[in-house]
């Protein structure tokens, strides 16, 4: 498999529920994020990862948890969710995030989850 | 700060038009440009992108050159096919920051 994967690519659940969003580069990039995409609004960045440390937390509720365990995998922890928060979760990664003023790098995206809470 | 703005859509043509979607930014420092495009149900696909002033972005037979006396980065094709139908979105990455436009939709009708 090569790219940036996401599963599952559809989610349904209660505002009770707890469940995890998987994001899985095969590109060898050192940073990863997550970007909200919801109707009628721009893209919004929630969380940067780079070398498995979070770099970026962009005043994003508790409600939403991210892990990144390794460069490849980052997940996105949710729990007791609200119906705005229904959405088109997308994750990225490139090959370093460019912090400091270093060289910054094209940002690849997966697929997307598409998360419904009801 | 940094933010880009492009033309609203939708935007309907028909097969073999040109196609021109204006994106304009303001920003700080060097940043890069990008041309960002969503099919239906699918996530971002890069469709191009510029690195520096006078640079010119080419894929699939559209085009867009980083302006920055215009701060400027209009993507065109000249002839358009109704797989071109998409959202399309122009990005800036300024550090690590990505800043996108709202989104034009394209439908290319046959």
């Known amino acids: 498999e090569t790219g940036v994967t996401q599963t599952p690519r559809h989610l349904v659940m209660g505002m009770t529920n707890k469940k995890s969003l998987k994001c899985e580069q095969h590109l060898g990039h050192n940073a990863m994020y997550w970007y909200k995409q919801s109707a009628k609004k721009p893209l919004e960045l929630m969380f940067v990862y780079s070398l498995e440390e979070r770099v970026e937390n962009n005043s994003v509720p508790s409600r939403f948890s991210p892990e990144c365990p390794n460069s490849s995998h980052l997940f996105l922890h949710l729990h007791t969710l609200q119906p705005e928060d229904s959405a088109l979760y997308l994750c990225?990664?490139?090959?370093?995030?460019?912090?400091?003023?270093?060289?910054?790098?094209?940002?690849?995206f997966g697929p997307g989850t598409r998360l419904t809470v009801l | 700060g940094n933010s880009v703005t492009q033309m609203e859509g939708p935007v309907t043509l028909s097969e073999e038009a040109f196609l021109t979607i204006n994106c304009t930014y303001t920003a700080t420092g060097y940043p890069s440009l990008f041309w960002y495009v969503q099919y239906p149900g699918e996530g971002l696909q890069l469709l191009l992108k510029?690195?520096?002033?006078?640079d010119k972005g080419s894929n699939k037979g559209f085009e867009a050159t980083y302006r920055k006396e215009t701060t400027s980065f209009h993507l065109e094709k000249g002839s358009v096919q109704v797989s071109d139908s998409a959202v399309y979105f122009c990005a800036l990455l300024n550090d690590y920051k990505l800043s996108f436009g709202a989104g034009t939709t394209v439908t290319v009708r046959a």
């Open positions: 510029a690195t520096k002033a006078d």
């Open positions: 990225a990664s490139s090959p370093s995030p460019g912090l400091a003023g270093g060289r910054t790098d094209t940002q690849y």
